[in-house]
């Protein structure tokens, strides 16, 4: 496990804490990541653009070892992933998710949902864990929705309890996985303010995104993928302003 | 305010017209309509009145009051009959609690239960000592409601309770030593059919969990057993089953241990159950969407813990029609142990319809049984109808 690292310290001179050394995943004959390697260093906010199908979203759940990877290895905070459940489970303690698609536990509360990892796996009080779960729900901006169910939510509430279930484990690293890909137009904004807000509060952060302007705005590096490979990496102004590779340019010249 | 504009805006016709409107638009709205509405009718008309006919006129209801004795309660002897009155009592007592504890649903199902006693208690033959047992189990239930919605603490105790309430259900029945011993040889009746039933659901439901766990397990070995069990339990019918508890139980076992005969016959079931719950629970357990396998491991929640409150909660509430339906099969085919040599419900009806002095009574006998099965069928799909909608909460 990483030491705390100091918020003053430059990026550069920070340790990383997801290190990814030449991943390579097939599905059956698809080769969906070929030699992906990428490090993350502590407290930086990095973006993951590209085509559907690039692989981005393999990549980023290979991190907390939902996807199997076939060769190369990850190491996060320190801890190796192996095919050990100890060790997953550790880096999992770690690292939150935001999915695409909520995922919250419908039979549950919202304050349930958002306790019930820090209960039985940090093994805090139940008073502990519905204060700090109260203070999220503070933070996103919907403390009144506590005791409903995930149903009588919006998209946009639902993902923002989603956000707040996986902070709720005091998380070093949050990945997110197409946060907003699934929410009508008008609840965006929300979704994207509350990430925003994060990523100012020194998290490390991964996020697979098609919001551009969000990108650009959060993003302390952007990385291209494509056809299951890093085409470039780089800030957002060397990215977007001065793209260096041709499929970067193809890229940014069919979505700006 | 609607409603009050709604009702000045349409004034209302006197009922008899509306009746007659009713009638044209849904009885004899063309000639077609009009002779099916008789034909209907006139059948109808017969057969209600043959039954009624049947019912208070023909049928000769003295086989079933004459036997009332035998048809619930077996050969068990007379003498030791408070035995059984008191496990009653004792369901009666956690019924009751059950009741104040979690009112809704226990609400009614108490209430149906308490009608039950109140009817028995008002037949006309049952002798007054049975009577007084019902009134005692009605004050029971009554004087525990009041415990329970007093002391709202008691629920844990109480669920502990139910599931003490077999064993010593069966230890008194039994005996053991301490009371005079009476063989299961001698139980029989409708408490035949229901220990048997009972049994085989409470004890069949945690194998048929594990079962559909190891069928979904990643080790090998496990996977395959619960399939291999699976399959060749629902390749077999259920007679063989039983059979083979019966004359091959005994065979593994050796010489030295003698199983009792209802014990074979209960064990038969529950193992037959638990490889159908077990296919209905997978079933629950494939409906479950990946994300939230996904979002549980994500958040570092073991696989004991994902599985218990995250999977299974959903997984179950999704297949509660399917074992609820399980359940009432089980609970008939218990009349299958007549086979076997057991006097349950159905074969307890046989034997009395052999019987010379009640020659030519079997539509009685069998009418009677069926309507036993069918109050309590119907008990148990209405339980399982009023914890799916009170389990419904926030799902959409």
């Given amino acids: 496990m990483l030491k705390e690292f100091n918020s003053d310290t430059p990026l550069d001179q920070r340790e990383d804490i997801v290190v990814c050394n030449q991943l390579n995943k097939w599905f059956g004959n698809l080769h969906v990541l070929k030699d992906v390697s990428l490090n993350v260093k502590q407290g930086e906010v990095v973006v993951i653009l590209g085509p559907s199908g690039s692989g981005k979203s393999t990549f980023i759940r290979t991190v907390n070892g939902l996807e199997e ?39 549950m509360t919202i304050l349930k949902n958002i306790t019930l ?40 509430q639902q993902q923002r309890v989603a956000i707040a ?92 | 305010m609607d409603k009050h504009t709604l009702q000045t805006n349409k004034p209302q016709k006197p009922s008899h017209h509306r009746t007659i409107e009713w009638l044209k638009k849904n009885l004899f709205s063309s000639w077609f309509n009009t002779i099916l509405t008789f ?16 019912i208070f006129l023909t049928a000769n209801w003295h086989v079933i009051s004459a036997n009332f004795r035998l048809l619930i309660v077996g050969q068990y002897p007379v003498a030791e009959l408070w035995r059984v009155w008191i496990c009653l009592t004792l369901v009666s007592f956690l019924i009751g609690l059950s009741w104040g504890l979690w009112k809704g649903t226990m609400g009614h199902l108490t209430i149906a239960v308490t009608s039950l006693y109140v009817i028995v208690a008002c037949l006309p033959f049952v002798l007054m000592e049975t009577r007084i047992w019902l009134l005692i189990n009605i004050v029971v239930i009554v004087a525990t409601y009041a415990v329970g919605k007093n002391w709202p603490k008691l ?113 038969g079931f529950t193992l037959f159950t638990a490889a159908y719950l077990a296919e209905n629970i997978r079933g629950g357990l494939q409906s479950i969407p990946r994300g939230q ?39 008939k085919d218990t009349s299958l142990v007549a086979i076997v040599g057991l006097t349950d419900l159905l074969g307890m009806g046989k034997n009395i319809i052999s019987n010379p002095e009640f020659l030519g009574t079997q539509m009685e006998v069998f009418i009677f049984v069926a309507l036993v099965f069918l109050i309590f069928c119907n008990l148990m799909a209405y339980a399982s109808r009023r914890i799916e909608r009170s389990l419904g909460v926030g799902k959409r």
């Fill in chain 2, 155 to 267: 629920k844990k105790s109480t669920l502990v309770g139910w599931f003490l309430m077999f064993p010593v259900i069966i230890f008194l029945l039994n005996g053991f030593g301490v009371f005079n011993h009476v063989g299961s040889n001698l139980w029989g009746g409708f408490l035949l059919t229901l220990l048997i039933a009972i049994v085989a659901i409470v004890c069949s439901f945690p194998i048929g969990l594990l079962l559909a766990l190891g069928r979904r397990s990643k080790l090998p070995i496990v996977r395959w057993f619960s399939i291999g069990y699976i399959e060749l339990i629902r390749g077999v019918p259920l007679i063989t089953i039983l059979f083979v508890a019966q004359l091959m139980l005994p065979l593994f076992l050796g010489n030295g241990i003698d199983i009792d005969n209802v014990v074979r016959a209960m064990v």
């Fill in chain 2, 293 to 331: 396998f996904e979002a549980a491991e994500a958040l570092g929640l073991n696989a004991t813990i994902k599985m218990t409150f995250i999977i299974l909660p959903q997984a179950l509430r999704a297949v509660i029609p399917a074992m609820v339906g399980s359940f009432i099969g089980i609970f």
């Fill in chain 1, 117 to 156: 990892a820090p209960i039985w796996v940090r093994k805090w009080p139940k008073a502990k864990a519905e204060k700090i779960a109260m203070e999220l729900l503070e933070r996103v901006g919907i403390p009144e929705q506590a005791h409903k169910y995930p149903g009588q939510l919006s998209g946009g």
């Fill in chain 2, 39 to 54: 034909v209907f009718a006139t059948t109808i008309t017969v057969i209600v009145i043959g039954s009624v006919k049947w």
């Fill in chain 1, 69 to 107: 990877i076939q060769k190369g290895d990850i190491t996060v905070d320190g801890i190796p992933l192996s095919n050990d459940v100890a060790d997953i489970e550790a880096i999992r303690k770690e690292t939150g998710m935001v999915f695409q698609s909520f995922n919250l536990f419908p039979h």
């Fill in chain 1, 165 to 256: 279930r996986a902070l709720a484990m005091q998380p070093k690293i949050m990945l997110f996985d197409e946060p907003t890909s699934a929410l009508d137009p008008e609840m965006i904004k929300e979704v994207l303010d509350v990430i925003k807000t994060l990523a100012g509060s020194g998290i490390t952060m991964i996020v697979v995104t098609h919001e551009m302007n969000f990108a650009r705005e959060v993003a302390d590096r952007i990385v291209l993928f494509d056809f299951g490979e890093i085409i470039e990496i780089g800030t957002p102004s060397e990215l977007f302003d001065n793209p260096k590779h041709e499929r970067t340019k193809l890229f940014l010249s069919q979505i700006l």
